[in-house]
């Protein structure tokens, strides 16, 4: 019974978490085992895996059990009232599912000036407010096209105020046109193979123009299932044996024999994910950069949590070495393929390689 009443419990403050609920700020923090740093319910950070999540009655529970404060929700201290509000703004903007409020509109709810609620708003969140709900839109959309509604239904549930605006923005958000997006992929053909390797299994999928998606993981049938499901209504057929000149360069990288990974790219994504990815790529072997010196990179240095987003969704894990991206304080972050496979690549990484090439040639990203 007791640990049934500690499960129930849990899954309440899990849910406060997803929902950043305010009525639960300063009554409990919880920590990420992956990143070892703690935080605030309402923090605006990118919610963790719930498996990677533990919870503590206090700041101090927290530090006892070895976990530091995030630089960004600031747990030890007391809330930046503007934070409050940005949080408040972007739940009213998360309850308009059927439209994008005006600028005006948002600053009304919180008695800000507009601009001054665009400045603030982008320096906690990493983006402008009708960015953040247009994302939530496209979310909104997918979702809708990937059950099946009609196109036409969804472009109007979701406040598109009409089907050329939606077919304007379709290359960029849904990296395809949104009948071939609400069929899953299902006219492409997509081939595959999977090797064993000292990260665990490798996956390599290819389409007719190049590399798709690269992953890793613990166990093969796992991969194929992630794989399945976002092409749900592909061709997908696997074979080890084409493009295996691809994958072995992929095999030799991991390895440590090589360091220069020019591969065909069949990839999309919104034109801030490419500018993010492309800067990646540049990031010499052996070196690493933080997410704040990619967002300068990019000329965008208030969007630090957008461009941990877009190492996130990166599809082709190792061509764009988002492993290579660290916190500010030096701190390893997340990675999605596990923080022990990011240590592991970056340690070898940091081993002087006799008569390896240096310089990273840059795969073209497909535009979308």
């Known amino acids: 019974m007791q640990l049934q009443q500690t499960q129930i419990l849990e899954e309440t403050l899990w849910e406060a978490v997803l929902n950043r609920d305010f009525a639960f700020e300063g009554k409990f923090f919880y920590g990420v085992r992956s990143t070892g740093i703690y935080c605030r319910p309402i923090c605006p950070s990118r919610r963790p895996n719930r498996n ?32 409050a509000k940005i949080l408040a703004v972007c739940r009213y903007i ?49 979702q809708r096209l990937q059950s099946g509604e009609e196109i036409a239904d969804a472009v109007y549930n979701t406040g598109y105020g009409s089907s050329s605006q939606l077919y304007e923005k379709a290359p960029k ?24 390797c000292s990260l ?44 295996k000149e691809w994958i072995q360069v992929i095999l030799d990288f991991i390895a440590g024999g090589e360091t220069n990974l020019d591969l065909p790219l069949d990839v999309r994504g919104t034109a801030f994910q490419k500018q993010v990815w492309e800067a990646l790529q540049k990031i010499p072997y052996g070196q690493t950069r933080t997410y704040a010196d990619i967002a300068r990179n990019i000329a965008k ?68």
């Not at 700041?59 to 530091?68: K, L, N, P, W, Y």
């Not at 849904?174 to 595959?192: R, V």
């Not at 590399?211 to 299932?225: F, N, Q, S, T």
């Open 94 to 142: 998360e309850a308009q599912v059927d439209r994008i409020p005006t600028l005006s509109e948002l600053s009304s709810q919180v008695e800000m000036s507009p601009s001054y609620l665009q400045r603030i708003f982008k320096q906690i969140i990493g983006v402008s407010p009708f960015q953040y709900a247009d994302a939530l839109r496209s979310q909104r959309l997918k």
């Open 173 to 196: 958000q849904l990296g395809m046109t949104p009948k071939i997006y609400q069929q899953a992929g299902k006219t492409i053909n997509i081939i595959y193979a999977i090797a064993l």
């Open 52 to 83: 990677q999540v533990c919870f503590f009655q206090s700041v101090q529970d927290a530090e006892i059990a070895g976990f530091r404060p995030c630089k960004r929700c600031q747990p030890q201290s007391e809330i930046v009232p503007n934070t």
């Open 301 to 368: 240095p208030q969007a630090v949590r957008a461009v941990g987003n877009a190492c996130g969704a990166n599809p082709i894990a190792l061509i764009v070495p988002c492993h290579r991206v660290l916190w500010t304080d030096g701190s390893l972050g997340g990675y999605h393929w596990g923080i022990e496979r990011k240590q592991k690549l970056l340690t070898q990484e940091s081993t002087p390689k006799e008569n390896s090439k240096f310089k990273i040639q840059n795969s073209k990203l497909q535009s979308p």
């Open 200 to 243: 665990g299994y490798l996956l390599v999928a290819t389409t007719e123009k190049g590399i798709c998606a690269v992953k890793l993981g613990d166990e093969a049938d796992k991969l194929e299932h992630i794989l399945n499901q976002e092409f749900h209504q592909a061709h997908i057929r696997r074979d080890d044996h084409t493009h």
